[in-house]
């Protein structure tokens, strides 16, 4: 088994699974090494590389009956097309089986139900067009190479060591106020992190996977006010805050009387300018470190606003379907919302989160 990404957040579980729970021998491409302290408590075979390199590449993927793609690079959908192209060609010479992690981005979600079927995501997004594209690369490389390959779009996921959803809004509820609207607050297809693992790992060995897409979410959506307050209950924070749809937009407006209003939300914001942040990091040079914790404790807490793509996911209402997932992968998703919360929050106190 290969897996890449194995130091990320999907990719890591993904190994700790494959050695804990089918006791699989797994080796990982690294670019890395500084970073992969949690797989390596495993006999994990770490293949330095990237990618883009295609020695290496070849040298991983060889004797591989299964290779897992769960590598993202945030810098740009050319270099995710490019990396998944090189990754889906190398299994196209071996035969072995591509697992590719996408995400639920990749369609519209301006209709009621969302499934498979559904239209392509509008571009514009830089997260969406760089998963768009890797997905398009898998999919046109195996098509043109006869590589096996089949796609798992997750929903959002959740759980232990996620930066996105379970880290990020421990940070903001423990710092400041986290921010919902209170007029039109949707729904949150969440998936617990080894429901999304165990979508893999069925991907990875179902004969009827192959040259498929599959959606993967949790049992049933929760409003984004029970997913961010089961966060709040379990971190004792109480600072989910619900504003007027027209607070948050007058706030996220493009004026300069709105800007203003993002900073009183959040000073911090103000470091974001460049001549504000050079005289911050000038007089923290003469002051101390220690002067500035201490100011830091006597400013008000943060209002933590969406942004404008973020806002339109709280305010969304569409439903994952799973039924294909069900159908072909025997996908049945284990950690309802109270389950999931449950690890999750027992991982943040580990974790002094």
Same mark, same amino acid.
């Given at each position: 088994m290969l897996v890449t990404g194995a130091t990320g957040f999907v990719g890591g579980r993904l190994v700790e699974k494959l050695f804990l729970a089918a006791g699989r021998p797994v080796r990982?491409?690294?670019? !890395?090494?500084?970073?992969?302290?949690? +797989?390596? &408590?495993?006999?994990?075979?770490? =293949?330095?590389?990237?990618?883009?390199?295609?020695? $290496?590449?070849? #040298?991983?993927?060889?004797? =591989?009956?299964?290779?897992?793609?769960?590598?993202?690079?945030?810098?740009s959908a050319e270099v995710n097309a490019l990396a998944a192209a090189a990754l889906t060609a190398a299994c196209a010479t071996t035969g072995a089986r591509l697992v590719h992690v996408s995400s639920m981005v990749v369609y519209s979600a301006a209709g009621a139900?969302?499934?498979? /079927?559904?239209?392509?995501? #509008?571009?514009? *997004? /830089?997260?969406? /067009?760089?998963?768009? #594209?890797?997905?398009?690369?898998?999919?046109?490389?195996?098509?043109?190479?006869?590589?096996?390959?089949?796609?798992?779009?997750?929903?959002? +996921?959740?759980?232990?060591? =996620? @930066? #996105?959803?379970?880290?990020?809004?421990?940070?903001?509820? &423990?710092?400041?106020?986290?921010?919902?609207?209170?007029?039109?607050?949707?729904?949150?297809? $969440?998936?617990? +992190?080894?429901d999304v693992v165990d979508a893999l790992l069925a991907a990875g060995t179902q004969p009827a996977a192959v040259g498929e897409r599959f959606l993967v979410s949790g049992p049933a959506p929760v409003s984004w006010? /029970?997913?961010?307050?089961?966060? !709040?209950?379990?971190?004792?924070? *109480? $600072?989910?805050t619900l504003w007027d749809d027209a607070r948050i937009e007058a706030a996220l407006g493009d004026s300069g009387a709105a800007r203003a209003r993002q900073w009183r939300a959040n000073p911090k914001r103000l470091l974001e300018v460049g001549l504000v942040r050079r005289a911050y990091d000038r007089v923290r040079g003469w002051t101390g470190q220690g002067f500035w914790d201490t100011m830091k404790t006597r400013l008000p807490p943060p209002d933590h606003l969406p942004d404008s793509g973020l806002l339109a996911l709280y305010r969304s209402r569409t439903t994952v379907r799973c039924?294909?997932?069900?159908?072909?992968?025997?996908?049945? @998703?284990a950690f309802d919302l109270e389950r999931g919360m449950h690890l999750s929050g027992a991982w943040l106190r580990w974790a002094n989160l």
């Open positions: 990982a491409l690294v670019r !890395d090494f500084s970073r992969c302290a949690r +797989i390596a &408590r495993f006999p994990v075979e770490l =293949c330095p590389g990237s990618l883009h390199d295609a020695a $290496a590449l070849r #040298a991983a993927v060889a004797d =591989c009956e299964v290779v897992y793609h769960c590598a993202h690079d945030f810098g139900v969302l499934t498979e /079927d559904s239209p392509p995501a #509008a571009p514009g *997004n /830089d997260y969406v /067009d760089a998963k768009v #594209a890797a997905e398009q690369a898998v999919l046109q490389t195996a098509a043109s190479t006869g590589a096996q390959v089949t796609v798992v779009q997750p929903t959002t +996921i959740y759980g232990p060591y =996620c @930066p #996105a959803w379970t880290v990020g809004p421990a940070l903001q509820l &423990r710092s400041g106020r986290l921010v919902l609207p209170r007029d039109s607050v949707g729904l949150c297809n $969440a998936v617990y +992190i080894d006010t /029970d997913f961010y307050g089961a966060y !709040d209950r379990l971190l004792g924070t *109480n $600072a989910v039924e294909k997932a069900r159908q072909l992968l025997g996908y049945k @998703p």
